[in-house]
């Protein structure tokens, strides 16, 4: 197999891909996968993550199917999910979203749950469940104000973004990084590489 592996990231989400990049891999393919992302009733935020990561990958899998030319890939999909104890913060759609959840985010900890799937070529399927515990400093009225007149919370699980100006909320932040921001990179690569595929193909000598 070697250099004829490809992989497709089931995602529309540009910090993904960059996070994959940052770790030397290019996406062959990138393919958005909408599914609905209402969680079931009493779900955990860690079940949801991980269900929808299953779905995004499977549905991505369908749609490249359906394709005339259709030939196996590495399929990889993520979700991720802020809660505060079992509640499950939305992805800020609007100012009032936004503004809920960093008034819930305010002087407490949180976890961030991303749910990694990847679909072999030969059809298994591989999930991971990664955990984050991130603790914000207080956020005054005036401070959400300004965050939110920002607007980089907008479509970010939890209402903020960490890469961004809320990455000056952070008090503390236990476990990977890279998982708050969408995609655990650790735990990415490592799936990756025990499924055969091999991430440094694309690896670079870097130049002074
Ligand atoms: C908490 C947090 C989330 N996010 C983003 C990552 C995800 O894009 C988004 C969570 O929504 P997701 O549903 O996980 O992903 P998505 O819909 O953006 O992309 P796709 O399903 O196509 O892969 O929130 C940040 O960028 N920074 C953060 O600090």
Known sequence: ???????????????????????GIEPDRVLPADVDETPLRAEHP?????????DKAEKALASLKSEEDYAPA????????????RRILPKAETIDDAVNCLGLLSGRSHRVYSGICLITPGGKLRQRLVETRVR??????EEIDAYVAS????????????QGL???FVVKLVGSYSNVVGLPLYESVALLSGEGFKPHKNWHVARP
């Open 136 to 141: 914000f400093k207080r956020l005054p009225r």
């Open 166 to 168: 809320a990455g000056s």
């Open 46 to 54: 860690r079940s949801l993550a991980k269900r929808l990561s299953k």
């Open 1 to 23: 197999m070697g250099i004829l592996q490809k992989l497709v990231l089931a995602s529309g989400s540009p910090r993904r891909i960059e996070l994959l990049q940052q770790a």
């Open 74 to 85: 590495f399929i990889l999909a993520a979700d991720t999910v802020v809660a505060v104890g």
């Open 151 to 162: 607007g980089e919370w907008r479509g970010k699980a939890g209402g903020y973004a960490v």
